[in-house]
């Protein structure tokens, strides 16, 4: 069984900067897609970041600029890098690894944009 721990949410000031991480229990080569999910009170789950297993890396268009998702083969680790962070950016982020037959979610990690 897969396991995704994310870390490195907390409460940040507007204009601030937090990286995330999202540790996988296996080698995150077994991953067609590893993702940064995001999911506000009241709001559906939305995609922030994602990477593919050949590195290839993509983003919606609305969180191009400010959000960078990067990993660590070696440490079994993908990142968040965000920058420029807004009020509008609270919400549980998630970590999704996706296999060929299953996907498998982190619990999430809380992060807070407030003065």
């Known amino acids: 069984q897969v396991q995704l721990v994310e870390s490195g949410g907390g409460l940040v000031q507007p204009g601030g900067s937090l990286r995330l991480s999202c540790a996988a229990s296996g080698n995150i080569f077994n991953f067609n897609f590893m993702g940064w999910y995001r999911q506000a009170p009241g709001k559906q789950r939305e995609l922030v970041a994602a990477?593919?297993?050949?590195?290839?890396?993509d983003y919606p268009d609305s969180m191009k600029g400010r959000f960078t998702i990067s990993r660590d083969n070696a440490k079994n680790t993908i990142y968040l890098q965000m920058n420029s962070l807004k009020p509008e950016d609270t919400a549980v982020y998630y970590c999704?690894?996706?296999?060929?037959?299953?996907?498998?979610w982190g619990q999430g990690t809380q992060v807070t944009v407030s003065s």
């Open positions: 990477i593919f297993s050949g590195g290839m890396t």
């Open positions: 999704l690894a996706r296999a060929v037959s299953n996907d498998y």
